[in-house]
């Protein structure tokens, strides 16, 4: 799922993602609540009529961007400065039901406490604890909503950093709560990746493999495969876009910053090893000029290259798992970027 965190993926118009094949985009709770608001939101005709795009959204519940701010928290929910304007606000989980019903998203994440994966035991078990009371607060303020219950789904999130069993207890707390699906969330926020992948399979096997599984903010190719392989079905990241946005190219023989100087006088297609890419049309040497040259052409370009590129490596990744060659996707992935 791109990221689209105010409403639009950087760079791109609705158009562009329905012409990249995007099936569902991801929308910031957090900063739509603050600006336009969700009451402007709804009386525009909701987020799809609002941003014009006819597939699937996802709205966060803005509590991973409410905790990167140091709220003050307590079990009704988190207090928090605008960061636009310095104005305080209070986002609770019946809020955070009420304001993603207004956006109008197809799927709405319950209110979650985020803390680093690496934090501290004591951190780690309130938040724990903290998440399931707020999950029972979200998953009954989401019940009894006349929109939400009839229009969305809800999506339960599992914490516990790289605590093991934090991880276990967390997944069957929310399981028991019988959300629509369920996200792993608070992983792939600066731990290694084995400690991600090790809380990872402390959980995945608790969540219902016949609801979706949601790994939050991960967009690596090793990591998405690695994920998949132990029965995650969905991802959302700013990795694609934000790599764009600073010259990075992603293709099949892995990533290159296109500012290198030796691609100044490049004749060659932006990827050489994939012709089908949107952004071939263009020189390596002229789409480095206008990287240089500050032009945000070329981040429009490179991010519809990125995000062409991993939808594409999805569609490999389904293909392989229906043709029972999941193993051999596997491997040329750790080949090409696992170095």
């Not at 792993?184 to 600066?190: E, K, P, T």
Request: aromatic share 8%.
């Amino acid at each position: 799922m791109p990221v689209g965190t105010r409403g639009a993926v950087r760079h791109l118009a609705s158009d562009d993602l329905e012409a990249l094949g995007a099936q569902v985009i991801l929308a910031n709770t957090y900063h739509l609540m603050l600006r336009p608001g969700p009451e402007v939101i709804a009386e525009l005709g909701g987020i799809h009529r609002f941003v014009d795009f006819n597939k699937h959204v996802l709205t966060d519940s803005g509590g991973f961007q409410v905790f990167s701010l140091k709220p003050q928290i307590d079990d009704e929910g988190a207090t928090f400065k605008s960061v636009y304007d310095g104005s305080t606000h209070r986002l609770t989980p019946q809020k955070a039901v009420e304001v993603q019903a207004l956006i109008g998203a197809d799927i709405q994440m319950v209110l979650d406490v985020c803390p680093s994966a690496v934090a501290g035991h004591q951190v780690l078990r309130s938040a724990v604890d903290r998440t399931a009371l707020w999950a029972n607060k979200g998953r009954r303020a989401f019940e009894e909503h006349p929109f939400a219950a009839q229009r969305q789904s809800q999506f339960g999130i599992v914490q516990g950093g790289t605590d093991e069993a934090l991880r276990i207890e967390s997944a069957e707390r929310t399981v028991a709560l019988d959300f629509d699906g369920y996200a792993v969330g608070g992983l792939s926020v600066g731990e290694d990746r084995q400690q991600m992948l090790d809380g990872l399979d402390a959980c995945i096997g608790l969540l219902p493999s016949d609801q979706p599984r949601y790994f939050m903010g991960l967009g690596d190719p090793v990591g998405i495969v690695e994920s998949v392989a132990r029965g995650v079905d969905m991802f959302d990241c700013v990795l694609p876009t934000r790599l764009a946005r600073h010259g990075t190219v992603l293709t099949d023989e892995g990533k290159f910053n296109l500012r290198r100087a030796e691609f100044s006088n490049s004749d060659q297609p932006l990827d050489v090893s994939w012709p089908g890419s949107p952004a071939n049309r263009w020189s390596r040497g002229y789409l480095r000029h206008l990287l240089v040259a500050k032009e945000p052409t070329a981040q429009r370009i490179l991010t519809l290259h990125n995000l062409a590129w991993l939808f594409r490596f999805m569609e490999q990744l389904s293909d392989a798992v229906k043709a029972q060659e999941f193993e051999m996707f596997r491997g040329r992935v750790h080949d090409v970027w696992g170095r």
